[in-house]
């Protein structure tokens, strides 16, 4: 196993047309002159747009990290890893996974921020204001949540006339208000299953009685983060948002077939094919667990079934004489005959293997459970906290597009806010033809229930405006927002391309044009540190196409 150290920065500088420029507090200042502003002006919305840009950019522009692990045996992880002589340990919220280095083709080490976070701190502790709140931002787009406000305090105290600070910690003392629960009978009564709470500060989470507490309090946790996060993000762009007085509802089912029910009930059949749903009426979010699909069921059922098989294999070696063979037959293994210590090295093998299919399969169900339960959260904190004044505001696009930004989760973890997103980019190269801007922009197809195509669409589109255009994309959110007579006299459709066109000029062929290229360049950290592809034996290279080529280098760094 090759082991490749990694600096957090080791992605290509780029220019300023082309992507954000990535920083080490370390050794430069920010390539962005507006974040020195940001904490050394004091400014009105209006006139401070620039400054709110860049925090906008940070907060959106710089990778979330774990190590980069590439089995031999297939898949790929972001994760959590130590390495230990010959063991590697990779560690998921719940649960450790261990391993040998032989199991692994490469594994970059040094992506993971929270190991990070105390070094980058010293670092910047006697640099100066306009650095510690470098580290703030830095904390915060990688979901470092609690270590920002912490800083932030330290900060405010010291320079308590600074506007960006002043507001997020506002943000921060509005959210320390208690919430009281929201009347939940009624809600409770039309979702068929009993359940029982967990709460937080601001969440209420409803769950069936088997689902383990602590898992509960995970998903609770990891959702009171995103709140906070949401808050300092639009705070910092002088958008001052109001807490809601109530805790904020959401319902998760154990099994896919009560979440159907329960769409069937209420007349949302069209979200059917969904993961989540914002019920608008109840104003409550509906999600269920993952490991009640298919794939997951029978995935855990083969690792189930194969884990027996190796119980009862491993109980007959130890019964086997000093000298003795033993011919041995087992699932997917040819058939051979082994002494003692040849059947012991047999077996500690395949039980990595198997080891291996449950990580990922549990990778899987944690990055659709909690990206879908932080998605559709962000949906309902745009409606309770005022960002969407009007339920038709900002268009569909818009709305699933900025909820995609927070749904990235690598290792079992919140990635934090604006990642290049594993799934949706995947999605989005999938797509042919590409996407006419103009078509995406007038809403054309949404408002149908959920489609693949059309959410990839949305995503890239919100990911390459803020990170390209940022202060046209706030600008277009403030048009929407606060919509003049002559866009408001316009139907949906009208009003929110003319919105576009005021904030990102007429000609919507240049931006298209840059947009398509933008994507065709972007990479996830995996494929970006991926091996070269493993040599096909002879015989298969003659009856094989080459393997298609990775995308370039990507111009931002996630």
């Known amino acids: 196993m090759a082991i490749h150290q990694s600096r957090m920065d080791d992605s290509p500088t780029t220019d300023d047309s082309k992507g954000h420029r990535p920083f080490d507090l370390g050794k430069t200042e920010p390539k962005m002159p507006s974040v020195v502003s940001l904490v ?41 890893a130590s390495v230990d002589g010959d063991r590697v340990i990779i560690e998921l919220p719940e649960r450790k996974y261990e391993f040998h280095r032989g199991d692994f083709r490469k594994h970059v080490p040094g992506f993971v921020p929270a190991e990070q976070w105390n070094d980058r701190l010293e670092q910047v502790q006697s640099a100066g204001f306009a650095a510690r709140f470098q580290a703030v931002s830095w904390a915060i787009e990688n979901g470092l949540i609690d270590e920002a406000a912490t800083v932030l305090r330290d900060l405010h105290r010291e320079n308590p006339k600074d506007a960006p600070t002043d507001r997020m910690v506002a943000a921060l003392e509005r959210l320390e208000r208690p919430c ?10 039309t979702l068929g299953i009993s359940t029982i709470l967990t709460r937080g500060p601001h969440i209420v989470l409803l769950h069936e009685p088997t689902e383990h507490e602590d898992q509960a309090r995970e998903r609770v946790g990891l959702l009171e983060k995103l709140i906070t996060g949401y808050y300092l993000l639009f705070a910092a762009q002088g958008i001052e948002l109001p807490v809601p007085a109530r805790r904020l509802i959401l319902a998760w089912f154990d099994d ?31 999600a269920f667990d993952a490991l ?33 063979r033993l011919r041995v037959t ?25 080891r291996r299919e449950e990580l990922l399969l549990e990778l899987e169900r944690r990055a659709i459970n909690e990206g879908t339960a932080t998605h559709e959260l962000i949906h309902l904190l745009a409606t309770n906290s005022g960002l969407l004044p009007r339920h038709d505001a900002f268009p569909i696009w818009l709305q699933e597009g900025l909820a995609m930004q927070f749904e990235v989760i690598r290792g079992g973890r919140w990635a934090g806010i604006g990642r290049v997103h594993d799934i949706r980019l995947s999605d989005w190269r999938r797509i042919q033809p590409l996407p006419r801007l103009e078509t995406l922009v007038r809403d054309a197809g949404y408002g149908r229930g959920y489609q693949r195509d059309l959410y990839a669409q949305a995503w890239s589109l919100v990911f390459f405006l803020r990170s390209q255009h940022p202060e046209q994309f706030l600008t277009y959110l403030d048009l929407l927002r606060s919509p003049d007579a002559t866009l408001l006299e316009r139907s949906p459709s009208d009003r929110f391309f003319t ?13 298209e044009s840059d947009w398509h290229e933008f994507m065709s360049s972007l990479q996830t950290p995996l494929e970006r540190h991926a091996p070269d592809p493993q040599p096909l034996p002879p015989s298969a290279a003659s009856s094989k196409s080459s393997p298609p080529r990775r995308p370039p280098t990507a111009r931002v760094k996630n």
């Not at 009281?180 to 009564?189: I, S, W, Y």
């Not at 029978?298 to 004489?321: K, S, Y």
């Open 499 to 511: 919105a576009f066109q005021r904030a990102f000029g007429t000609d919507l062929e240049p931006i």
């Open 330 to 354: 087992l699932t997917g293994e040819s058939t051979r005959t082994l002494g003692r210590a040849e059947a012991l090295a047999l077996l500690d093998r395949l039980e990595r293997e198997v």
């Open 180 to 189: 009281k629960d929201p009347e939940l009978d009624e809600f409770r009564k």
């Open 256 to 286: 896919q077939k009560d979440y159907l029910a329960f769409l069937h009930n209420q007349n949302a059949e069209a979200f059917a094919t969904t993961r989540g749903y914002f019920h608008p009426t109840w104003n409550a979010v509906v």
């Open 40 to 80: 050394t002006q004091t400014f009105a919305w209006r006139t401070g747009l620039l400054l709110a840009i860049g925090l906008f950019l940070i907060l959106f522009g710089f990778p979330a990290r774990a190590d980069l692990l590439y089995f031999q045996k297939g898949g790929e992880v972001q994760a959590s």
């Open 292 to 324: 009640s699909t298919d794939k997951q069921r029978e995935g855990r059922e083969n690792a189930i079934a194969r884990r027996e098989e190796l119980r009862r294999f491993h109980t007959t070696v130890d019964r086997l004489p000093p000298r003795a």
